[in-house]
């Protein structure tokens, strides 16, 4: 119920937050939900974590989803993220299965997996090429911009040679609120 009121409530909100930010809660509610029902002794307890890891699911597969639309291919990238969302299933499997047979309890393998929210924040800053570095964002505003060096810079899409309607101004930042901040 968490995950689904977080999807049915998204459109709403999620435009006032950036990438980063949304990347950011991800790892944050996934990591609680493990915790707290790895250390929880109550059904309700366990219930809680569990109901934080619908919210963080909630939020990571709407904003990863919309985040493939930036790349240069995004039917490549729709794919590739929807393998990936295939085979977490039969990693995360694997994974309780062998920690199983190595005679791990239920909450080591939790605390274990504490591991993936910390690769996630690796992967998104480490990892993940910003959209830029293929060419398929340009800064708003003076096409003389220095944009090599500037990582907290934000791109626009662009959609038919020009911006979406609705960006205006001549800044090559982009407003928080316009949800286009990806780094």
Not at 96 to 103: D, F, G, Q, S, Y
Not at 134 to 143: A, F, I, M, Q, R
């Amino acid at each position: 119920v968490p995950g689904l009121l977080v999807k049915t409530t998204g459109p709403f909100w999620y435009h006032l937050t950036s990438y980063r930010f949304r990347t950011l809660c991800v790892a944050i509610l996934g990591g609680a939900g493990l915790t707290i029902v790895a250390y929880s002794k109550t059904l309700e307890g366990q219930l809680a974590g569990v109901a934080l890891c619908s919210v963080q699911q909630a939020i990571g597969e709407a904003t990863y989803l919309a985040l493939t639309s930036v790349y240069v291919e995004p039917q490549a990238t729709v794919t590739a993220w929807s393998s990936g969302t295939g085979f977490s299933g039969i990693m995360g499997f694997g994974w309780v299965l062998t920690l199983r047979a190595l005679k791990f309890s239920y909450s080591t393998v939790l605390l274990y997996s504490l591991s993936f929210p910390a690769l996630l924040l690796l992967s998104y800053h480490l990892i993940l090429r910003r959209p830029v570095e293929h060419g398929t964002y340009v800064g708003l505003g003076n096409e003389e911009d220095d944009r090599s060096g500037d990582d907290d810079a934000t791109y626009q899409p662009q959609v038919n040679g020009r911006p979406p309607a609705g960006v205006t101004g001549r800044s090559p930042r982009l407003n928080q609120h316009q949800g286009l901040d990806l780094r």
